[in-house]
């Protein structure tokens, strides 16, 4: 199975899962990396590992409906089977998601990662809510994407303890830590099942 990545930021999710795939801890090919701004550290990430990579900035387009058809023509071209969002920055809209629909998964082939439980808190900053609310312990969660904000099933979920002298610093260093574990876990647990689906039909 070839996966593409959509990412905005540093690409330190994005490092983790090409790794993952190069072991063989997550049984896909890591085929091509879209970002949608040129800042993006991502994209050197990708480079370095030699995987396809490209940008295409969300500025250069007059909607969001032909940003994310340029992307589709892409993941098109690239036979892509399932889109990781690592730490992609845009909400995707209903065009996007229900291209990507899965009807013998009942899901779109896309996965994110939250770094909050998401039926506790959705949107940006997750460490910085749980350290506001002074939580015991908060977690990081991969799911589905479907319309909403972090709203989609959710494939697999790790706790995470928080301490009280956490800052926001520490806090974000473990939970990276544990998203990097848990984001190739889910990935290939998605994998085989979307195998096995195949299988089926």
């Not at 039926?119 to 312990?137: S, T």
């Not at 589905?144 to 979920?157: C, L, N, P, R, S």
């Not at 806090?171 to 848990?182: F, V």
Request: with cysteine; proline share 3%; glycine share 6%.
């Amino acid at each position: 199975m070839k996966l593409a990545f959509l990412v905005s930021g540093r690409g330190t999710n994005l490092k983790a899962l090409i790794a993952a795939c190069r072991s063989g801890q997550v049984q896909a090919e890591p085929a091509l990396v879209i970002s949608d701004r040129p800042q993006a550290g991502a994209l050197q990430v990708a480079e370095s590992a030699e995987v396809a990579n490209l940008l295409i900035n969300a500025h250069d387009y007059p909607s969001r409906s032909e940003h994310e058809r340029a992307i589709v023509k892409e993941l098109d071209r690239h036979e892509i089977g399932l889109v990781i969002l690592a730490g992609y920055q845009r909400l995707l809209s209903p065009f996007l998601v229900g291209y990507l629909y899965e009807p013998r998964l009942g899901q779109s082939r896309i996965l994110n990662i939250h770094p909050a439980d998401t039926r506790r808190y959705q949107g940006l900053n997750g460490y910085a809510w749980a350290l506001k609310e002074g939580l015991d312990e908060t977690a990081v969660t991969v799911h589905y994407v479907d319309e909403g904000m972090d709203t989609g099933k959710i494939v697999a979920q790790a706790k995470l303890r928080m301490y009280a002298d956490d800052t926001l610093e520490s806090l974000q260093e473990r939970g990276l830590k544990l998203e990097h574990q848990l984001f190739p876990q889910a990935t290939q647990k998605v994998i085989e099942e979307l195998q096995q689906l195949c299988a089926a039909f």
